[in-house]
Protein backbone atom coordinates (compact mmCIF):
# COMPACT_ATOMS: atom_id res chain seq x y z
CA UNK A 1 0.00 0.00 0.00
CA UNK A 2 1.07 3.35 -0.40
CA UNK A 3 2.01 6.25 2.21
CA UNK A 4 -0.62 9.09 2.05
CA UNK A 5 0.90 10.63 5.41
CA UNK A 6 4.11 10.42 7.00
CA UNK A 7 4.62 12.00 10.86
CA UNK A 8 8.25 11.93 11.62
CA UNK A 9 8.77 12.78 15.10
CA UNK A 10 6.04 15.14 15.72
CA UNK A 11 5.95 17.36 18.45
CA UNK A 12 3.47 20.13 19.45
CA UNK A 13 4.41 21.72 22.99
CA UNK A 14 2.13 24.99 24.67
CA UNK A 15 4.40 27.08 26.42
CA UNK A 16 3.29 28.14 30.08
CA UNK A 17 4.25 31.49 30.64
CA UNK A 18 4.62 32.80 35.09
CA UNK A 19 6.58 35.11 37.00
CA UNK A 20 7.00 38.78 37.63
CA UNK A 21 7.84 39.23 33.36
CA UNK A 22 5.75 36.55 32.57
CA UNK A 23 9.15 34.12 31.09
CA UNK A 24 8.45 30.86 29.67
CA UNK A 25 8.86 28.24 32.95
CA UNK A 26 7.69 25.30 31.15
CA UNK A 27 5.38 23.44 28.46
CA UNK A 28 2.81 21.20 28.38
CA UNK A 29 3.93 18.48 25.85
CA UNK A 30 0.50 17.68 24.04
CA UNK A 31 2.36 15.81 21.15
CA UNK A 32 5.71 14.33 22.27
CA UNK A 33 7.66 12.80 19.42
CA UNK A 34 4.89 10.64 17.57
CA UNK A 35 6.51 8.23 14.06
CA UNK A 36 3.26 7.29 12.31
CA UNK A 37 2.44 6.20 8.59
CA UNK A 38 -0.95 6.49 7.42
CA UNK A 39 -1.59 4.55 4.26
CA UNK A 40 -4.13 6.04 0.99
CA UNK A 41 -7.68 4.22 1.24
CA UNK A 42 -7.20 3.22 5.08
CA UNK A 43 -9.18 4.74 8.08
CA UNK A 44 -6.41 4.95 11.06
CA UNK A 45 -8.34 4.78 14.40
CA UNK A 46 -6.66 6.51 17.23
CA UNK A 47 -7.90 6.06 21.00
CA UNK A 48 -7.06 6.89 24.15
CA UNK A 49 -8.06 8.90 27.57
CA UNK A 50 -9.01 12.68 27.10
CA UNK A 51 -6.40 14.88 27.43
CA UNK A 52 -3.57 12.43 25.90
CA UNK A 53 -3.34 14.35 22.85
CA UNK A 54 -5.32 12.96 19.94
CA UNK A 55 -7.18 16.27 18.69
CA UNK A 56 -3.81 17.83 18.72
CA UNK A 57 -2.15 15.16 16.85
CA UNK A 58 -4.72 15.47 14.33
CA UNK A 59 -5.02 19.25 14.03
CA UNK A 60 -1.21 19.71 13.67
CA UNK A 61 -1.39 16.83 11.11
CA UNK A 62 -3.35 19.25 8.78
CA UNK A 63 -1.70 22.83 9.84
CA UNK A 64 -4.14 24.02 11.90
CA UNK A 65 -1.78 24.33 14.52
CA UNK A 66 1.90 24.75 13.93
CA UNK A 67 3.77 22.20 14.82
CA UNK A 68 6.96 22.48 17.66
CA UNK A 69 8.96 20.28 16.15
CA UNK A 70 9.25 17.29 13.48
CA UNK A 71 8.54 16.45 9.75
CA UNK A 72 5.17 15.73 8.30
CA UNK A 73 5.10 14.34 4.52
CA UNK A 74 1.77 14.34 2.41
CA UNK A 75 1.45 12.38 -0.41
CA UNK A 76 5.17 12.50 -1.52
CA UNK A 77 5.96 10.34 -4.74
CA UNK A 78 7.90 7.35 -3.55
CA UNK A 79 10.98 7.58 -4.88
CA UNK A 80 11.21 11.27 -3.75
CA UNK A 81 10.46 9.70 0.27
CA UNK A 82 13.40 7.28 -0.61
CA UNK A 83 15.38 10.23 -1.15
CA UNK A 84 15.07 11.90 1.93
CA UNK A 85 15.56 8.97 3.82
CA UNK A 86 18.89 8.34 2.19
CA UNK A 87 19.84 11.77 2.95
CA UNK A 88 18.89 11.88 6.28
CA UNK A 89 21.48 8.95 6.84
CA UNK A 90 24.44 10.59 4.72
CA UNK A 91 24.70 13.67 7.25
CA UNK A 92 27.59 14.90 5.17
CA UNK A 93 26.81 18.91 4.04
CA UNK A 94 25.84 18.18 0.14
CA UNK A 95 23.05 16.08 1.50
CA UNK A 96 21.80 18.59 3.87
CA UNK A 97 21.43 20.98 1.80
CA UNK A 98 19.69 18.79 -1.06
CA UNK A 99 17.69 17.66 2.06
CA UNK A 100 17.01 20.85 3.08
CA UNK A 101 15.52 21.76 -0.47
CA UNK A 102 13.44 18.72 -0.81
CA UNK A 103 11.99 19.15 3.08
CA UNK A 104 10.78 23.08 1.66
CA UNK A 105 8.82 21.45 -1.51
CA UNK A 106 7.21 18.15 0.42
CA UNK A 107 7.58 18.96 4.26
CA UNK A 108 4.19 20.27 4.83
CA UNK A 109 5.64 21.76 8.52
CA UNK A 110 7.76 23.83 6.80
CA UNK A 111 5.01 25.04 4.46
CA UNK A 112 3.61 29.05 4.22
CA UNK A 113 1.58 31.42 2.93
CA UNK A 114 -0.36 30.59 -0.41
CA UNK A 115 1.62 26.83 -0.70
CA UNK A 116 0.04 26.01 3.09
CA UNK A 117 -3.58 27.34 1.46
CA UNK A 118 -3.62 25.56 -1.53
CA UNK A 119 -3.22 22.16 0.33
CA UNK A 120 -5.84 23.04 2.26
CA UNK A 121 -8.61 21.67 -0.15
CA UNK A 122 -6.78 18.41 -0.11
CA UNK A 123 -6.84 17.65 3.66
CA UNK A 124 -10.12 18.43 5.83
CA UNK A 125 -11.62 18.23 9.48
CA UNK A 126 -14.89 16.83 10.61
CA UNK A 127 -15.25 18.36 14.25
CA UNK A 128 -16.98 16.53 17.35
CA UNK A 129 -19.63 19.53 18.48
CA UNK A 130 -21.03 20.64 15.22
CA UNK A 131 -23.15 22.77 17.52
CA UNK A 132 -19.27 25.20 17.81
CA UNK A 133 -17.72 24.13 14.15
CA UNK A 134 -21.12 25.75 12.77
CA UNK A 135 -21.74 29.34 12.04
CA UNK A 136 -25.08 29.73 13.42
CA UNK A 137 -25.56 33.08 11.54
CA UNK A 138 -24.93 31.30 8.05
CA UNK A 139 -27.49 29.63 6.08
CA UNK A 140 -26.92 25.60 5.26
CA UNK A 141 -26.22 26.59 2.01
CA UNK A 142 -23.40 29.20 2.58
CA UNK A 143 -21.77 26.57 5.22
CA UNK A 144 -21.62 24.42 3.20
CA UNK A 145 -20.85 26.65 -0.33
CA UNK A 146 -17.59 28.70 1.72
CA UNK A 147 -14.96 26.54 0.86
CA UNK A 148 -15.56 26.48 -2.81
CA UNK A 149 -15.73 30.45 -2.74
CA UNK A 150 -12.06 30.13 -0.72
CA UNK A 151 -10.80 27.78 -2.69
CA UNK A 152 -11.70 29.35 -5.57
CA UNK A 153 -13.44 26.27 -7.26
CA UNK A 154 -16.70 27.46 -8.43
CA UNK A 155 -18.63 30.63 -8.06
CA UNK A 156 -22.51 31.36 -8.63
CA UNK A 157 -25.42 29.20 -9.42
CA UNK A 158 -22.86 26.15 -9.68
CA UNK A 159 -22.12 26.56 -5.97
CA UNK A 160 -25.53 26.16 -5.02
CA UNK A 161 -25.46 22.90 -7.48
CA UNK A 162 -22.56 21.44 -5.98
CA UNK A 163 -23.73 22.36 -2.51
CA UNK A 164 -27.12 20.45 -3.16
CA UNK A 165 -25.63 17.78 -4.70
CA UNK A 166 -23.11 17.01 -1.56
CA UNK A 167 -26.28 17.73 0.85
CA UNK A 168 -28.49 14.86 -1.01
CA UNK A 169 -25.17 12.29 -0.88
CA UNK A 170 -25.14 12.76 2.99
CA UNK A 171 -28.82 11.88 3.89
CA UNK A 172 -30.48 15.95 3.67
CA UNK A 173 -32.41 17.76 0.46
CA UNK A 174 -33.10 21.14 -1.00
CA UNK A 175 -35.17 22.15 1.47
CA UNK A 176 -32.44 22.03 4.24
CA UNK A 177 -30.36 24.94 1.75
CA UNK A 178 -32.14 28.00 3.54
CA UNK A 179 -32.18 26.86 7.08
CA UNK A 180 -29.61 27.66 10.24
CA UNK A 181 -28.06 25.21 12.29
CA UNK A 182 -30.35 25.49 15.13
CA UNK A 183 -33.13 24.15 13.15
CA UNK A 184 -31.47 21.01 12.49
CA UNK A 185 -31.10 18.14 15.25
CA UNK A 186 -27.30 16.90 16.31
CA UNK A 187 -27.21 14.24 13.72
CA UNK A 188 -28.16 16.95 10.81
CA UNK A 189 -26.03 19.26 11.95
CA UNK A 190 -23.06 16.42 11.82
CA UNK A 191 -24.25 15.83 8.30
CA UNK A 192 -23.79 19.57 7.65
CA UNK A 193 -20.31 19.36 8.96
CA UNK A 194 -19.79 16.34 6.67
CA UNK A 195 -20.49 17.64 3.47
CA UNK A 196 -18.40 20.83 3.98
CA UNK A 197 -15.46 18.56 4.58
CA UNK A 198 -16.88 16.88 1.50
CA UNK A 199 -17.40 20.08 -1.00
CA UNK A 200 -13.82 20.50 -1.94
CA UNK A 201 -13.21 16.81 -2.60
CA UNK A 202 -10.22 16.21 -0.28
CA UNK A 203 -8.14 12.93 -0.46
CA UNK A 204 -7.39 13.14 3.00
CA UNK A 205 -10.28 13.92 5.75
CA UNK A 206 -9.69 14.00 10.05
CA UNK A 207 -13.20 12.32 11.88
CA UNK A 208 -12.38 14.18 15.71
CA UNK A 209 -15.01 12.63 17.73
CA UNK A 210 -17.98 12.51 14.82
CA UNK A 211 -20.19 10.65 16.60
CA UNK A 212 -19.98 11.23 20.37
CA UNK A 213 -22.23 13.85 20.30
CA UNK A 214 -24.99 12.23 19.09
CA UNK A 215 -27.71 9.28 20.53
CA UNK A 216 -26.48 5.31 19.57
CA UNK A 217 -29.08 5.18 16.60
CA UNK A 218 -28.04 8.25 14.69
CA UNK A 219 -24.39 6.91 15.48
CA UNK A 220 -24.54 3.87 13.78
CA UNK A 221 -26.21 5.79 10.72
CA UNK A 222 -23.49 8.21 10.69
CA UNK A 223 -20.78 4.69 10.75
CA UNK A 224 -22.55 3.88 7.74
CA UNK A 225 -22.37 7.02 5.85
CA UNK A 226 -18.66 7.60 6.69
CA UNK A 227 -17.84 3.49 5.23
CA UNK A 228 -19.91 4.54 1.89
CA UNK A 229 -18.32 7.64 1.62
CA UNK A 230 -14.72 6.33 1.90
CA UNK A 231 -15.85 3.71 -1.06
CA UNK A 232 -16.98 6.18 -3.29
CA UNK A 233 -15.06 9.28 -3.16
CA UNK A 234 -11.55 6.83 -2.01
CA UNK A 235 -10.84 8.46 1.31
CA UNK A 236 -8.53 8.27 3.52
CA UNK A 237 -9.44 8.73 7.20
CA UNK A 238 -7.83 9.75 10.61
CA UNK A 239 -10.44 8.24 12.85
CA UNK A 240 -10.11 9.74 16.89
CA UNK A 241 -12.54 8.72 19.35
CA UNK A 242 -12.17 7.58 22.93
CA UNK A 243 -14.78 4.83 22.58
CA UNK A 244 -13.12 1.62 21.36
CA UNK A 245 -16.32 -0.21 19.99
CA UNK A 246 -16.61 2.84 17.57
CA UNK A 247 -12.84 2.44 16.33
CA UNK A 248 -13.09 -1.50 16.22
CA UNK A 249 -16.42 -1.05 13.20
CA UNK A 250 -14.44 1.28 11.36
CA UNK A 251 -10.80 1.10 11.24
CA UNK A 252 -8.65 -1.04 9.17
CA UNK A 253 -5.73 0.13 11.50
CA UNK A 254 -5.70 1.46 15.42
CA UNK A 255 -2.86 3.66 17.10
CA UNK A 256 -3.18 3.58 21.28
CA UNK A 257 -2.05 6.80 22.79
CA UNK A 258 -0.96 7.67 26.08
CA UNK A 259 0.33 11.59 27.54
CA UNK A 260 1.00 12.24 23.79
CA UNK A 261 2.97 8.87 22.53
CA UNK A 262 1.75 6.14 20.75
CA UNK A 263 2.05 3.00 22.86
CA UNK A 264 0.96 0.61 20.62
CA UNK A 265 -0.02 0.71 17.02
CA UNK A 266 -1.64 -2.91 15.06
CA UNK A 267 -4.30 -3.45 12.57
CA UNK A 268 -7.76 -3.75 14.30
CA UNK A 269 -8.40 -7.49 14.67
CA UNK A 270 -5.24 -7.73 16.15
CA UNK A 271 -5.13 -5.32 18.95
CA UNK A 272 -8.22 -6.26 19.99
CA UNK A 273 -7.54 -10.05 20.06
CA UNK A 274 -4.18 -9.57 21.21
CA UNK A 275 -3.39 -6.27 23.03
CA UNK A 276 0.17 -6.27 24.09
CA UNK A 277 0.49 -2.99 26.25
CA UNK A 278 -0.74 -3.18 29.75
CA UNK A 279 -2.58 -0.05 28.86
CA UNK A 280 -4.37 -0.95 25.87
CA UNK A 281 -5.65 -4.17 27.86
CA UNK A 282 -7.25 -1.62 30.65
CA UNK A 283 -8.82 0.20 27.65
CA UNK A 284 -10.75 -3.08 25.94
CA UNK A 285 -11.24 -4.13 29.16
CA UNK A 286 -13.21 -1.36 29.88
CA UNK A 287 -15.42 -2.34 27.05
CA UNK A 288 -19.15 -3.13 27.97
CA UNK A 289 -19.99 -6.47 26.35
CA UNK A 290 -24.17 -6.60 25.53
CA UNK A 291 -24.35 -10.10 26.29
CA UNK A 292 -25.17 -10.43 30.39
CA UNK A 293 -23.88 -13.82 30.75
CA UNK A 294 -20.46 -13.64 29.38
CA UNK A 295 -17.88 -11.77 31.82
CA UNK A 296 -14.85 -10.23 31.22
CA UNK A 297 -11.96 -9.03 34.00
CA UNK A 298 -11.70 -5.36 34.18
CA UNK A 299 -8.38 -3.82 35.20
CA UNK A 300 -8.43 -1.09 37.45
CA UNK A 301 -5.55 1.39 37.00
CA UNK A 302 -4.65 3.20 39.61
CA UNK A 303 -3.79 7.02 40.22
CA UNK A 304 -4.65 9.46 37.17
CA UNK A 305 -2.72 10.65 34.16
CA UNK A 306 0.02 12.19 34.93
CA UNK A 307 0.42 15.50 33.71
CA UNK A 308 2.17 16.09 30.56
CA UNK A 309 3.64 19.27 31.79
CA UNK A 310 5.47 17.49 34.13
CA UNK A 311 5.34 13.12 32.66
CA UNK A 312 6.90 10.96 34.72
CA UNK A 313 10.72 9.62 33.76
CA UNK A 314 10.93 6.25 31.56
CA UNK A 315 7.42 5.01 30.54
CA UNK A 316 4.76 7.32 30.98
CA UNK A 317 2.51 4.47 31.94
CA UNK A 318 4.51 3.28 34.79
CA UNK A 319 2.93 4.98 37.49
CA UNK A 320 -0.27 3.16 36.62
CA UNK A 321 1.26 0.01 35.69
CA UNK A 322 0.67 -3.45 37.46
CA UNK A 323 3.86 -4.92 35.70
CA UNK A 324 6.12 -2.03 36.36
CA UNK A 325 9.94 -2.73 37.66
CA UNK A 326 13.11 -0.77 38.10
CA UNK A 327 14.08 -0.20 34.22
CA UNK A 328 10.32 1.30 33.70
CA UNK A 329 10.99 4.02 35.99
CA UNK A 330 14.27 5.09 34.04
CA UNK A 331 14.13 4.07 30.42
CA UNK A 332 11.73 4.96 28.01
CA UNK A 333 10.59 1.85 25.99
CA UNK A 334 10.53 2.18 22.06
CA UNK A 335 8.16 1.78 19.21
CA UNK A 336 9.28 -1.96 18.47
CA UNK A 337 7.71 -4.60 16.10
CA UNK A 338 6.50 -7.76 18.13
CA UNK A 339 4.95 -9.44 14.79
CA UNK A 340 3.28 -8.24 11.93
CA UNK A 341 2.28 -4.69 11.59
CA UNK A 342 2.22 -4.91 15.59
CA UNK A 343 4.52 -2.44 17.51
CA UNK A 344 4.41 -1.60 20.78
CA UNK A 345 6.83 0.57 23.49
CA UNK A 346 6.72 -1.39 26.33
CA UNK A 347 9.83 -3.52 28.41
CA UNK A 348 7.23 -6.11 29.20
CA UNK A 349 4.47 -6.78 27.01
CA UNK A 350 2.11 -9.06 27.48
CA UNK A 351 2.15 -12.31 25.72
Known amino acids: MRALLEVENLKKYYPIFGGLFKKKIADVKAVDGINLTIFKGECFGLVGESGCGKTTFGKTVIRLLEPTAGHIYFDVPPGVRERIKELELDGSHTALKELEKLRKEYDLATYKGKKLRRLRRRMQI ?5 TTSLNPRMLVKDIVGEPLKVHKLAK ?4 TERVLEILQ ?15 FSGGQRQRIAIARALITHPEFLILDEPTSAVDVSVRSQLLDLFMSLQKEYSLTYLFISHDLSVVECISNRVGVMYLGKIVE ?28 NVKREKILLSGDVPSPVNPPPG ?5 RCWKAKDICRVKEPPLVKMKENHFVACHFPES
Open 126 to 130: VYQDP
Open 156 to 159: GREI
Open 169 to 183: RVGLSEKHLYRYPHE
Open 265 to 292: LASTRELFNNPLHPYTKALISAIPIPDP
Open 315 to 319: CRFHP
